[in-house]
């Protein structure tokens, strides 16, 4: 059997080929028929350019229906896809291009020049430029090809894409993903969610990181089912979509909005039969909330560019608050201290997963590939967890956030809920500065809520006071208007390290 992972989705696209699978926001329709032909273009052309199995094709696009033809085209022709977030500036894709040494560039037009300036110095041969609206060389050259292209034959350990982590922390690395890792985590998320004939995916997400290119394109193909494909998230566009929608996927800070939203009502919802949560912390009020606005209860799921998704709350049974509940079914989930050594239940460590979805490297970086593998095999995460009795996982932070403060280690996630608990605070984020005697000093940085005006650095400290250790209380308290995030609703920690450095 062909490994390919687009040969593994398109066996279970619909028998109809009209069968829509992107409905776009001006209403034209994509078929399933379609994007065989479109795919197969892409495919053909990557092909005729001189691209081998297994050579890199970047893109630094806007989200299109192009965008994901390329994509599947990739897979088709054996290439390995690189996508690079929009908001990457020249030197960060300068980074990208010199590092993975693409066969072929696709920028955006208005990128172009300076995009054949960094190719050339970079030694990519060939730049092409894709636009949000379906113009650029990119499209008018796949139009030249043929609608059909046999798909390569791949193994399972065959490239099929790399990722550049987020990198809100340190030099971004490139996650290596085998077509096995897609697909082993594609058709167990597709069974464990649930999907099934009539769902419609309701598709905000942007198509450069994990959550929106995989998780969720990939289950709407695996179910042959049609995707509403919205450039970008708008709350208000998002719910009146709902009333056609079944499944929605969404960071955090997408509920959020929605929550911001009068029109978010039982009714409003109604048409919907799963809500999910992941790529950041979903806070406890978000999730309560919802579920007491809408009557549906959100399901947190967690995971990472490394492996896809590892944990997830039922689609039956309790969907836990706070936590992101049970490990996938093929997914191997423990919590370790600091020699490896698995912990109970109710203790907190380091995360590390094993499993077919978990990638099998950095692109480049054997020292550090090896650094984050244990001899067993399993991947160190960088998060720390603790499992409750029930198998239920908690996120307790980052292992980089992690403050030793006087030698004592201080997970910001417990302050930052005691801070959110106090009357007057939207929210907070809670880091480490560097300080001459305790090493690193315990800062705040909080946002006021409603009627929080009056809230000052002097009472949220005295009122931690009487809730946590002394030594997690923190030294310094600093409001902002908004925390700054990332693309994927993850607090920029290094942002406000910088900022308040000094
Ligand atoms: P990324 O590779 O950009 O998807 O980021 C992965 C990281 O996001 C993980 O290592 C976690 O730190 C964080 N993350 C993902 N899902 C969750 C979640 N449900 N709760 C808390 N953190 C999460």
Redesign the pocket.
């Known amino acids: 059997m062909n490994g390919n992972l687009y040969d593994l989705l398109a066996a279970r696209f619909p028998a109809d080929p009209v069968a829509p699978c992107l409905i776009l926001p001006d209403g034209r329709k994509v078929s399933y028929g379609e994007l065989e032909s479109q795919s197969a273009r892409y495919g053909a052309l990557l092909k005729e350019a001189g691209l081998k199995p297994g050579d890199r094709v970047a893109a630094q696009v806007e989200k299109s229906p192009e965008a994901l033809y390329l994509y599947l085209g990739c897979l088709r022709a054996g290439c390995v896809f690189l996508p690079l977030n929009p908001a990457y500036q020249r030197g960060e894709v300068e980074y990208f291009l010199d590092d993975a040494k693409p066969g072929l560039f696709v920028c955006r037009p208005e990128k172009l020049e300076e995009a054949q300036e960094l190719a050339w110095a970079a030694r990519v041969p060939l730049v092409h430029d894709l636009g949000e609206r379906g113009d650029g060389s990119l499209v008018a050259a796949a139009a030249e090809m043929p609608d059909s292209f046999a798909t390569v034959q791949s193994a399972g350990s065959d490239l099929a894409a790399i990722l550049y982590?987020?990198g809100t922390t340190g030099r971004s690395k490139g996650a290596m993903l085998t077509h096995r890792n897609l697909a082993a985590n594609a058709f167990v998320l597709h069974r464990y969610w649930g999907f099934r004939p009539g769902d419609v995916l309701l598709h905000v997400l942007p198509i450069f990181?994990?959550?929106g290119l995989f998780v969720a394109t990939h289950c709407a193909l695996a179910n042959g089912s049609p995707m509403l494909f919205e450039p970008k998230f708008d709350a208000r566009r998002a719910l009146r979509l709902m009333r056609e929608a079944t499944v929605f996927m969404g960071v955090p800070t997408y509920y959020v909005r929605l929550l911001q939203e009068k029109g978010l009502t039982r009714e409003a919802v109604a048409h919907m039969r799963l809500f999910i949560?992941?790529?950041?912390?979903?806070l406890p009020e978000t999730f309560a909330e919802f579920r007491e606005r809408t009557g549906q209860t959100l399901l947190?799921?967690?995971?990472?560019?490394?492996g896809g998704m590892f944990t997830s709350n039922p689609l039956e049974g309790e969907r836990r608050i706070g936590t992101?509940g049970f490990p996938l079914p093929g997914t191997e989930v423990r919590v370790v201290g600091d020699a490896d050594q698995p912990l109970p239940a109710g203790e907190i460590g380091q995360i590390q997963v094993r499993g077919d979805n978990v990638f099998i490297g950095y692109w480049q970086m054997p020292e550090k590939t090896q650094e984050e593998f244990t001899p067993e095999g399993y991947f160190r995460?960088?998060?720390m967890g603790r499992f409750d009795a029930d198998g239920y996982l908690a996120?307790i932070g980052?292992n980089k956030d992690l403050i030793i403060t006087g030698g004592l280690n201080v997970y910001p996630k417990e302050i930052e809920e005691a801070i959110d608990a106090l009357p007057g605070v939207a929210e907070s984020a809670v880091i480490g500065l560097p300080h001459p005697d305790f090493g690193e000093a315990v800062t705040a940085v909080v946002v006021r809520g409603k009627g929080g005006e009056g809230v000052s650095a002097e009472a949220i400290i005295a009122e931690l006071k009487g809730r946590i250790a002394g030594f997690k209380v923190p030294k310094a308290v600093h409001f902002v208007g908004d925390l700054p995030r990332n693309a994927?609703g993850?607090v920029q920690k290094n942002l406000l390290r910088q900022l308040f450095a000094g």
Not at 300 to 306: A, K, Q, S
């Open positions: 982590t987020s990181h994990v959550h949560s992941g790529s950041a912390p979903l947190e799921r967690y995971g990472m560019t490394e992101v995460t960088g998060d996120i980052r994927m993850k």
